[in-house]
Protein backbone atom coordinates (compact mmCIF):
# COMPACT_ATOMS: atom_id res chain seq x y z
CA UNK A 1 0.00 0.00 0.00
CA UNK A 2 1.57 3.57 -1.13
CA UNK A 3 1.01 6.81 0.77
CA UNK A 4 2.11 8.54 -2.34
CA UNK A 5 4.97 10.01 -0.32
CA UNK A 6 7.17 8.78 -2.05
CA UNK A 7 6.37 10.41 -5.08
CA UNK A 8 6.94 13.32 -3.30
CA UNK A 9 10.75 12.92 -2.32
CA UNK A 10 11.55 11.62 -5.93
CA UNK A 11 14.30 13.93 -7.31
CA UNK A 12 14.93 14.56 -10.81
CA UNK A 13 18.22 14.01 -13.02
CA UNK A 14 19.04 17.94 -12.06
CA UNK A 15 21.01 18.53 -8.81
CA UNK A 16 19.12 20.28 -5.32
CA UNK A 17 20.36 23.41 -6.78
CA UNK A 18 19.47 23.07 -10.18
CA UNK A 19 20.57 23.60 -13.59
CA UNK A 20 19.41 26.51 -13.98
CA UNK A 21 21.62 27.74 -10.89
CA UNK A 22 23.75 30.74 -12.08
CA UNK A 23 27.17 29.20 -11.42
CA UNK A 24 28.87 26.65 -12.96
CA UNK A 25 30.99 23.50 -11.41
CA UNK A 26 34.92 23.55 -11.79
CA UNK A 27 36.74 20.97 -10.94
CA UNK A 28 40.61 21.37 -10.03
CA UNK A 29 42.41 18.02 -10.75
CA UNK A 30 45.78 17.52 -8.92
CA UNK A 31 48.37 15.67 -10.70
CA UNK A 32 51.82 14.67 -10.92
CA UNK A 33 53.59 16.63 -13.77
CA UNK A 34 54.94 14.07 -15.97
CA UNK A 35 54.54 12.87 -19.01
CA UNK A 36 51.31 11.31 -19.83
CA UNK A 37 49.12 12.11 -17.03
CA UNK A 38 46.79 15.32 -18.67
CA UNK A 39 46.41 12.69 -21.07
CA UNK A 40 45.67 9.93 -19.39
CA UNK A 41 42.94 12.30 -17.44
CA UNK A 42 41.24 13.21 -21.43
CA UNK A 43 41.06 9.50 -22.27
CA UNK A 44 39.22 9.11 -19.04
CA UNK A 45 36.44 11.58 -19.08
CA UNK A 46 36.06 11.18 -23.39
CA UNK A 47 35.53 7.76 -22.66
CA UNK A 48 32.48 8.44 -20.54
CA UNK A 49 31.30 10.74 -22.97
CA UNK A 50 31.56 14.06 -21.34
CA UNK A 51 33.25 16.94 -23.40
CA UNK A 52 35.46 19.23 -21.95
CA UNK A 53 33.93 22.64 -22.29
CA UNK A 54 36.59 24.49 -20.16
CA UNK A 55 40.37 24.19 -19.51
CA UNK A 56 42.98 26.02 -17.67
CA UNK A 57 46.26 23.80 -16.47
CA UNK A 58 48.23 25.70 -13.96
CA UNK A 59 51.70 23.46 -13.45
CA UNK A 60 55.07 23.69 -11.77
CA UNK A 61 58.29 20.93 -11.87
CA UNK A 62 56.61 18.93 -9.34
CA UNK A 63 52.75 19.00 -9.92
CA UNK A 64 50.20 20.53 -12.00
CA UNK A 65 46.23 21.37 -11.57
CA UNK A 66 44.03 21.13 -14.52
CA UNK A 67 40.84 23.31 -13.63
CA UNK A 68 38.04 21.74 -15.54
CA UNK A 69 34.71 22.06 -16.91
CA UNK A 70 32.24 19.44 -17.63
CA UNK A 71 29.18 19.60 -19.82
CA UNK A 72 27.86 17.53 -17.47
CA UNK A 73 29.44 18.35 -13.70
CA UNK A 74 27.22 15.11 -11.90
CA UNK A 75 28.61 13.00 -13.96
CA UNK A 76 32.00 13.85 -14.05
CA UNK A 77 31.94 13.82 -10.26
CA UNK A 78 30.99 10.30 -10.21
CA UNK A 79 34.09 9.80 -12.76
CA UNK A 80 36.23 11.57 -10.51
CA UNK A 81 35.02 9.82 -7.68
CA UNK A 82 36.06 6.49 -9.24
CA UNK A 83 39.39 7.35 -10.86
CA UNK A 84 41.02 8.04 -7.97
CA UNK A 85 42.40 11.44 -8.51
CA UNK A 86 43.06 14.07 -6.05
CA UNK A 87 39.94 16.60 -6.88
CA UNK A 88 38.19 19.36 -5.54
CA UNK A 89 35.13 21.10 -6.77
CA UNK A 90 34.53 25.04 -6.59
CA UNK A 91 31.78 27.13 -8.51
CA UNK A 92 32.89 29.63 -10.98
CA UNK A 93 30.85 31.96 -12.74
CA UNK A 94 30.02 31.51 -16.77
CA UNK A 95 29.45 35.06 -18.57
CA UNK A 96 28.49 35.22 -22.33
CA UNK A 97 30.44 37.34 -23.83
CA UNK A 98 28.70 40.89 -24.66
CA UNK A 99 28.67 42.09 -28.44
CA UNK A 100 30.56 44.94 -27.99
CA UNK A 101 33.78 46.21 -28.88
CA UNK A 102 35.46 45.30 -25.69
CA UNK A 103 33.64 42.58 -24.02
CA UNK A 104 35.94 41.69 -21.50
CA UNK A 105 36.75 45.66 -20.16
CA UNK A 106 32.30 45.50 -19.81
CA UNK A 107 32.65 42.73 -17.58
CA UNK A 108 35.45 43.49 -15.42
CA UNK A 109 34.23 47.09 -15.34
CA UNK A 110 31.39 45.57 -13.89
CA UNK A 111 32.80 43.86 -11.05
CA UNK A 112 35.77 46.11 -10.41
CA UNK A 113 33.20 49.01 -9.74
CA UNK A 114 31.85 46.89 -6.77
CA UNK A 115 35.19 45.93 -5.61
CA UNK A 116 35.35 42.20 -5.99
CA UNK A 117 38.75 40.74 -7.03
CA UNK A 118 38.50 38.48 -10.16
CA UNK A 119 41.29 35.59 -9.24
CA UNK A 120 41.36 33.70 -12.78
CA UNK A 121 39.40 33.57 -15.54
CA UNK A 122 39.81 31.83 -18.81
CA UNK A 123 37.89 30.65 -22.00
CA UNK A 124 34.45 28.09 -22.83
CA UNK A 125 34.31 26.10 -25.12
CA UNK A 126 30.82 27.26 -25.20
CA UNK A 127 28.67 29.10 -27.97
CA UNK A 128 25.42 30.41 -28.26
CA UNK A 129 24.59 32.31 -31.03
CA UNK A 130 27.79 33.28 -32.15
CA UNK A 131 29.20 34.33 -29.02
CA UNK A 132 31.70 33.03 -26.44
CA UNK A 133 32.01 32.48 -22.70
CA UNK A 134 34.27 33.05 -19.82
CA UNK A 135 34.96 31.72 -16.90
CA UNK A 136 35.67 33.83 -13.43
CA UNK A 137 36.82 33.00 -10.30
CA UNK A 138 35.81 35.92 -7.99
CA UNK A 139 35.75 36.84 -4.27
CA UNK A 140 31.89 36.50 -3.73
CA UNK A 141 30.52 34.49 -5.92
CA UNK A 142 26.35 35.42 -5.04
CA UNK A 143 27.28 39.06 -5.10
CA UNK A 144 29.44 38.59 -8.59
CA UNK A 145 26.49 37.04 -10.19
CA UNK A 146 23.82 39.79 -8.98
CA UNK A 147 26.57 42.63 -10.07
CA UNK A 148 26.31 40.26 -13.30
CA UNK A 149 22.90 39.63 -13.61
CA UNK A 150 21.69 43.67 -12.94
CA UNK A 151 23.97 44.68 -15.78
CA UNK A 152 22.49 42.61 -18.10
CA UNK A 153 24.57 40.20 -18.91
CA UNK A 154 24.20 36.64 -19.44
CA UNK A 155 25.75 33.98 -16.80
CA UNK A 156 26.02 30.78 -18.18
CA UNK A 157 24.32 28.11 -16.21
CA UNK A 158 25.27 24.20 -16.44
CA UNK A 159 21.79 23.71 -18.29
CA UNK A 160 23.47 25.70 -20.75
CA UNK A 161 26.33 23.54 -21.27
CA UNK A 162 24.27 20.50 -21.69
CA UNK A 163 22.04 22.24 -24.82
CA UNK A 164 25.07 23.82 -26.00
CA UNK A 165 24.57 22.70 -30.02
CA UNK A 166 27.44 25.02 -31.26
CA UNK A 167 30.44 23.04 -29.42
CA UNK A 168 33.66 23.57 -31.18
Avoid: K
Wanted: some cysteine; glycine content about 8%.
Amino acid sequence: MSSGFESDLTIGPATMRGRDWPCLRQFCVFMENRVGRLHEMFRQVERHDLRIIGLSVVDSVDFAVARVILDNADRGRELFQMSGLTVTETDVIGVELPASPQPFVSIFTALVSAELNIHYTYPLLHRRQGRGGIVLHVDDVDQATQILASADFRLITEGDLLDDDEYL
